[in-house]
T-cell receptor, first 115, second 111 residues
Framework: GDSVTQTEGQVTVSESKSLIINCTYSATSIAYPNLFWYVRYPGEGLQLLLKVITAGQKGSSRGFEATYNKETTSFHLQKASVQESDSAVYYCALSDRGNTRKLIFGLGTTLQVQP | DMKVTQMPRYLIKRMGENVLLECGQDMSHETMYWYRQDPGLGLQLIYISYDVDSNSEGDIPKGYRVSRKKREHFSLILDSAKTNQTSVYFC??????????FGPGTRLTVL
């Protein structure tokens, strides 16, 4: 089936250091998946951080970047220099472009940025 | 300002009671969703609504039903709640089917 894997449940990084959160996907029933990163700050709902709908393209927002790599089926999230305000839960997700309009989420990675 | 609202934000019920969770959106989105999130399981899709009175089961619909009588409102109903329905419930809406906008969640505890 279709799935998203985030290998790290929790990541702790010192402020101003670089960050990478891993995401790989399996899209056996979806020919051209859309890929997303959502973020949930404490006390808030999920909000879209970035999306990429074309393989080979890179999405970016708020200093975060992710590249849609169809060969390695990966969509890792990166940031060169994190801030304490980036502390949140990050979810990788994929969707199809068909009528179902379903999002399939990874389990989420909790990022804690230490001052 | 595009917004998805959920009411109530916190709810405690006893096993066997009925539960009504409400969701609203002000973007005239056709598609709306209900998810639940449990530790270690991520977000799981309960129901999708493609428009008024056009609802479809998601991945875990058992024990739930939904109602959509107006485009801007989508309700999740638990008839005779069970303790294993204790969870955080998220509503979302979408126009394109690509980007979903989420509400802040409702934390439901069933005792």
């Amino acid at each position: 089936g279709d799935s998203v894997t985030q290998t790290e449940g929790q990541v702790t990084v010192s402020e101003s250091k670089s960050l990478i959160i891993n995401c790989t996907y399996s899209a056996t029933s979806i020919a051209y998946p859309n890929l997303f990163w959502y973020v949930r700050y404490p006390g808030e709902g999920l909000q879209l951080l970035l999306k990429v709908i074309t393989a080979g393209q890179k999405g970016s927002s708020r200093g975060f970047e992710a590249t849609y790599n169809k060969e390695t089926t990966s969509f890792h999230l990166q940031k060169a220099s994190v801030q304490e305000s980036d502390s949140a839960v990050y979810y990788c997700a994929l969707s199809d472009r068909g009528n179902t309009r379903k999002l399939i989420f990874g389990l989420g990675t909790t990022l804690q940025v230490q001052p | 300002d595009m917004k998805v609202t959920q009411m109530p934000r916190y709810l405690i019920k006893r096993m066997g009671e009925n539960v009504l969770l409400e969701c609203g959106q002000d973007m005239s989105h056709e598609t709306m969703y209900w998810y639940r999130q449990d530790p270690g399981l991520g977000l799981q899709l309960i129901y999708i609504s493609y428009d008024v009175d056009s609802n479809s089961e998601g991945d875990i619909p058992k024990g739930y039903r939904v109602s959509r009588k107006k485009r801007e409102h989508f309700s999740l109903i638990l008839d005779s709640a069970k303790t294993n329905q204790t969870s955080v419930y998220f509503c979302a809406s979408s126009h394109t089917g690509i980007e979903q906008y989420f509400g802040p969640g409702t934390r439901l505890t069933v005792l």
